[in-house]
Every structure is written in structure tokens, then in C-alpha cells.
């Protein structure tokens, strides 16, 4: 997940220098995250909610801070700069609207194709739609629309795409890479439409309820 941080790096160093700090400040956090993604989740201290609490502090909290902490003085950082703002949310959600159907046969169809079966889970499904956020906010605010600042559209659209993928281990050697990578595309294409998180948030965590709840009904039936 740390690669893909590669090609801003060298981009700053060589072109845009005054960004550096704000490219370490990211690559902190996601060495952070690798380092303490999992001895967290085994905790049983946190409770029940173990996964979003661990995800919303590691994904929001942990970077939000940090970028705070460098940008402040600047006063350069806001939350629109991270996807969170008024502007662009009509956008926003008629794109998800459009991609939505092409992201839920994406999932439908790979879910035939490997005959996988899960049991219908409303509590946890429409718990995962609200989890779904954080990674929305790290992958698509901080690693594409923050980062699109710091560097270009092209090299920000790139790194967030394959740091989203890597973050997925399970599904690099499965058919399960396509939706993961389908996900990540049109996710991106409605934040650089829109420069608006809700939309990606909505087909996100759409998408989830539609696996982990309504999926496993359809097959059923």
C-alpha cells in the first residue's frame, strides 16, 4: 500500500517541493496504518464496534490531525479540500446515481461467477454503508482530492487508485480484484466531477448493503 506513494514523492521532489511536507505527513499516516491496522482489530478493549472504530481512527482521525497539524499555520486546509463541502453534492449524487447500476452488476456478476455465499446480515450491512466512509475520506478525499493540490490530477488519480487496491490483499488473486478496481474508478470519477465525497460515499456503501444484505436474498430465492 506504501508503493504507490512512490510516484508523488519523486514528483514533489522534483517539481513541487513545497509540498514534501504534506506528502510525509501522508506517507506517516499510512505507515501508521499498516503498522497498526491489525494488532488493533485483534483488540477486544474497543468492543463490538472493533472495525469501525479502528477504521474511523486510523482512515479520519490519525490523518486529519496530522494534516491540521502542517497546514494549519498556512491556513490552507479545509474540508472542502478533502471532499467534505456544500458545493458539488447535486453532482455528486446524480453521478453515483449513473454508475450505481454498473457498480451493482459489476458485484452480482462476480458473486455468480465464484458461487459465493454469505448469509443476509441486515444490522451489519447497513453498518458497513456508514464504515464505508472512511475509506471514502482517506482514499478519495486525502489521496486524490488533497493530493490532486499537492501534485497533478493524473499522479493523485493514480496513486489513490492503486493504494485503494492494495489495501484489499483478499481480493488481489481473486476475480474479486475487478469490483475492487470498478469501485475504485467510478468512485473517483464522481469525486473528480464533483470534487464532493457524498456521491462516492453513497455508491460505496451502496454497494455494500447490496452484498452483505440484499445479494445473499436474491440467491436465495
Not at 456478476?109 to 456508514?130: A, C, K, P, Q, V
Request: aromatic share 14%.
Amino acid at each position: 500500500m506504501l508503493i504507490p506513494l512512490i510516484l508523488p514523492i519523486v514528483y514533489c521532489i522534483r517539481w513541487k517541493k513545497q509540498s514534501l511536507p504534506s506528502l510525509g505527513i501522508i506517507t506517516l499516516t499510512m505507515i501508521l496504518i499498516v503498522i497498526l491496522y491489525w494488532p488493533l482489530l485483534q483488540t477486544t478493549i474497543l468492543g463490538n464496534h472493533t472495525y469501525i472504530i479502528v477504521k474511523t481512527l486510523l482512515f479520519i482521525i490519525l490523518p486529519l490531525l496530522l494534516l491540521i497539524g502542517i497546514e494549519y499555520k498556512k491556513k490552507k486546509l479545509t474540508l472542502s479540500d478533502l471532499g467534505i463541502a456544500k458545493h458539488g453534492w447535486h453532482q455528486s449524487i446524480l453521478s453515483a446515481l449513473i454508475f450505481l447500476p454498473l457498480m451493482l452488476l459489476a458485484t452480482f456478476s462476480i458473486y455468480i461467477i465464484t458461487n459465493t455465499h454469505i448469509t443476509s446480515d441486515l444490522f451489519y450491512g447497513i453498518e458497513s454503508f456508514f464504515e464505508a466512509f472512511t475509506e471514502e475520506f482517506f482514499f478519495r478525499g486525502i489521496l486524490f482530492l488533497f493530493l490532486a493540490k499537492k501534485t497533478t490530477l493524473k499522479i493523485a488519480y493514480l496513486t489513490s487508485l492503486t493504494c485503494f487496491i492494495l489495501s484489499h490483499p483478499q481480493h488481489i488473486t481473486s476475480l474479486y480484484l475487478l469490483t475492487t478496481t470498478i469501485q475504485g474508478i467510478l468512485t473517483l470519477e464522481i469525486c473528480r466531477r464533483s470534487k464532493n465525497l457524498f456521491g462516492a460515499w453513497i455508491l460505496h456503501g451502496t454497494n455494500r448493503f447490496f452484498t452483505i444484505v440484499i445479494l445473499p436474498l436474491i440467491i436465495f430465492l
